[in-house]
């Protein structure tokens, strides 16, 4: 079968709308155990355009990335030889879509900044030093971002250096994408986990980068053109400094307190992202009772209003239990709440890490230490899928038809499980990834199937490739 090239060139307009699938660091993990769905993570408040790459590399954005300079709640607590495992995914809200479009290719790196306050600290600015990056492997002719969408499932793991002083810090994971660099628009994905480190140690970087500012416009990292022809121009040089050399700092700064911000609440009893519900008061009366209602969907409705692109698993849950207290009302049980103060968190899962990364570098890197052995490292071929937490344990009867006072309006349990927020709130999740594929089918597939059946010179399969990866039509940036 032969297509013209106009054919096919319609083809690929038609895939540049359909598809951009971008991603974003969703979901963080401390040896392996799921610390929720963005809990303790700093990401874009903007469920649309989470998954969009960072506006420019002078933006502020790029330290956490959009929305990054406001912390959140929690602090997730890490000990020194911990491997902490970063998950980027092209539906925020949804892990089984995958991570990234292949079409993205291009270096990762991972950078701390200790902070005096994970939650506060607004992260731009000095105080940034990287403890990996990974580029272009020559031998293997992969890039970093396309290992961790074939072989780690988005996941990107890194043992902590040894010996790096206690406290509080931002971790900051980068992937870049590369395919329109050589146009000058590298494309930066980032976010920040906010961790508290325990550790005994002494170590600090030896010097350290600010962040907009570790990496500029016309550097060969940033504008590498991976559509040379007859070949790239290697070696790949990975952006940003170099691993940072670790030195002991002031005895004194190395005595670490205890974690003392953004722990989780001890009355917490249901999570989402950073909220927390909290047991409603006990009653005995009727009026209490269909009271400690309403308590239970204002704070869903609070649930919902602060839920991060990447959903609201734990508010529905929430919902439902919710439903479950008017219930129990209806049905003249006026003493409760019953299981008062019972953690209906689902339990966190805990991931098989697959290929763990230590501290070590690419060819920017050539006066630092050796390379650190990895931690040991299983399979990436064993990890699980994503398993969703979602699954309820508690799953209360869905609420009666009628509405007695101090009821709110749930949102349907259908409804709810695709993220949909209730009809009262301003969230709305049906907005999520709009501009994401319809069908799991992989439209790039086709239209390279489409592109090799016509005779195409190479500036001009380039060209196409460039249309195609194009940001956003509309996107402002
Ligand atoms: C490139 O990949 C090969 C095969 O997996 C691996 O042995 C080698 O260490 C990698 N090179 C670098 C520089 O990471
Ligand atoms: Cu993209």
């Known amino acids: 079968m032969k297509f013209s090239k106009s054919q096919a060139f319609a083809a690929a307009l038609v895939a540049a709308n359909a598809v951009n699938a971008h991603t974003m660091f969703s979901n963080f993990y401390v040896d392996g155990l799921d610390q929720g769905d963005a809990t303790c993570v700093r990401m874009s408040n903007n469920p649309s355009q989470a998954t969009f790459p960072i506006a420019g590399i002078t933006s502020e954005d790029m330290a956490c990335g959009v929305n990054g300079k406001n912390g959140v709640a929690r602090v997730c607590k890490a000990n020194s030889d911990s491997t902490l495992t970063f998950e980027f995914r092209a539906w925020s809200n ?20 200790k902070v005096s306050s994970a939650v506060d600290d607004g992260a731009t600015g000095n105080g940034w030093f990287k403890i990996w990056d990974e580029g272009y492997n020559e031998s293997k002719k992969q890039w970093c971002t396309e290992r961790l969408i074939t072989e ?49 140690g002494n170590k600090v970087p030896a010097e350290t980068v600010s962040i907009p500012g570790h990496v500029q416009y016309g550097q060969k990292a940033v504008s590498f053109n991976i559509w040379r022809w007859p ?24 005595v670490s307190s205890d974690q003392i911000e953004g722990q989780r609440p001890a009355d917490c009893i249901m999570e989402n ?77 805990t991931i098989q890490l697959g290929g763990v990364v230590g501290t070590r570098s690419g060819p920017t890197a050539a006066a630092n230490p050796a390379p650190v052995a990895s931690a040991s490292a299983t399979s990436s071929a064993d990890a699980p899928e994503y398993t969703s937490e979602a699954a309820a344990s508690s799953e ?23 993220a949909a927020a209730p009809a009262s709130t301003s969230l709305s999740f049906s907005t999520i990834a709009p501009e994401a594929p319809a069908t799991t089918e992989n439209p790039w597939a086709r239209y390279h199937t489409v592109v090799e059946t016509v005779v195409v010179t190479e500036v001009e399969y380039v060209t196409q490739y460039h249309k195609r990866h194009a940001r956003h039509f509309g996107q402002k940036y």
């Open 273 to 349: 992202g950073n909220w927390c519900g909290k047991e409603v008061p006990s009653y005995s009366t009727q009026d209490g009772c269909w009271k400690a209602g309403q308590n239970c969907w204002d704070q869903a409705d609070v649930c919902w209003k602060s839920a991060p692109p990447t959903g609201g698993k734990g508010c529905d849950l929430w919902g439902k239990y919710c439903e479950s207290l008017n219930n129990q009302c209806r049905d003249k049980n006026w003493n409760g709440p019953p299981n008062a103060g019972k953690d209906m968190t689902p339990k966190h899962t």
């Open 152 to 200: 780690e499932n988005g996941r990107l793991s890194i043992k902590l250096p040894a010996g790096l002083q206690g406290g509080y810090y931002l971790a900051r994971p980068e992937l870049l994408a590369l395919h329109a660099a050589d146009k000058g628009d590298p494309q930066f994905y980032t976010g920040c986990a906010q961790i508290y480190l325990e550790s005994s």
């Open 231 to 254: 070949g790239m121009d290697l070696p790949y040089p990975n952006p940003g400094p170099s691993v940072a050399a670790l030195v002991d700092g002031s005895s004194s700064a190395s």
């Open 396 to 418: 209360p009867t869905s609420a009666a038809a009628s509405s007695p006072a101090y009821t709110y309006v749930a949102p349907s349990s259908e409804a709810a499980s695709s």
């Open 94 to 113: 949804d892990a089984s879509k995958g991570m990234l479009d292949i079409s993205h290719k291009g270096p990762c790196a991972m950078y701390l900044k």
